[in-house]
Structure formats: structure tokens, C-alpha cells
Nanobody, 124 residues
């Protein structure tokens, strides 16, 4: 069992930056593929970025490629999402996600564990 807790959300102006963190409980964090998803008001939850258990493989949605960077520190049981050049359309609740036995998390059905979410609001 893994519990995921996000932090780092907030209100930022367009063009600004935020760094989200996802702290995981449990001793098996390093064996989990991890990822970030987001859900804007009135829209379905969507994939943002994924990272393999080792951190060597990453994947991004086209909408955030070149602006967001995912990383993880297995010694600290923590995953990060550095978000730069934020746009109003990035406004959403951002969710941390994890699963074992997959190389990358890119779709909702592959997620086994979810965090509670953290709000990111980008003003124009």
C-alpha cells in the first residue's frame, strides 16, 4: 500500500513557475512508475507526465512538452513536477499517481494509487 500526498500548488501569473511535490509513504516507492495527471473544471482527468521507477525514462503530454519537467528522488520517496512558462489553460487540480508492473504511467486505467490533488491556478 502506498499513500501519496501532493504539495506545491497555488496561484501564479501566466509565464510564472511552480514546483509540485508528491511525497510517498512505504518502502517500495522506488519500484513504482509514477506520474502526474490533471483535471480542469468541467473536463476529464488527463495525463500530464510520467516517469519510470529509475527515473531514466520520462514522457510528456504534447501540451506541456518543453515547459514541464518531471523528476524523482527515490532516496526521499518524492516525485516532482517543475512547471515553467505556465499558461491559464494549465489551471487544474494536479494529481500524483503511482503503479507497479508498468514502465510508464500514461493512462488512467494503469493507475493504482492516487493522491488527493493540489490546485494550480494560472491567472492571465
Amino acid at each position: 500500500q502506498v499513500q501519496l500526498v501532493e504539495s506545491g500548488g497555488g496561484l501564479v501569473q501566466a509565464g510564472g513557475s511552480l514546483r509540485l511535490s508528491c511525497a510517498a509513504s512505504g518502502r517500495t516507492f522506488s519500484s513504482y512508475a509514477m506520474g502526474w495527471f490533471r483535471q480542469a473544471p468541467g473536463k476529464e482527468r488527463e495525463f500530464v507526465s510520467g516517469i519510470s521507477w529509475s527515473g531514466e525514462t520520462t514522457h510528456y503530454a504534447d501540451s506541456v512538452k518543453g515547459r514541464f519537467t518531471i523528476s524523482r528522488d527515490n532516496a526521499k520517496n518524492t516525485m516532482y513536477l517543475q512547471m515553467n512558462s505556465l499558461k491559464p489553460e494549465d489551471t487544474a487540480v494536479y494529481y500524483c499517481a503511482g503503479a507497479q508492473r508498468v514502465v510508464l504511467l500514461t493512462t488512467i486505467p494503469t493507475v493504482k494509487y492516487w493522491g488527493q490533488g493540489t490546485q494550480v491556478t494560472v491567472s492571465s
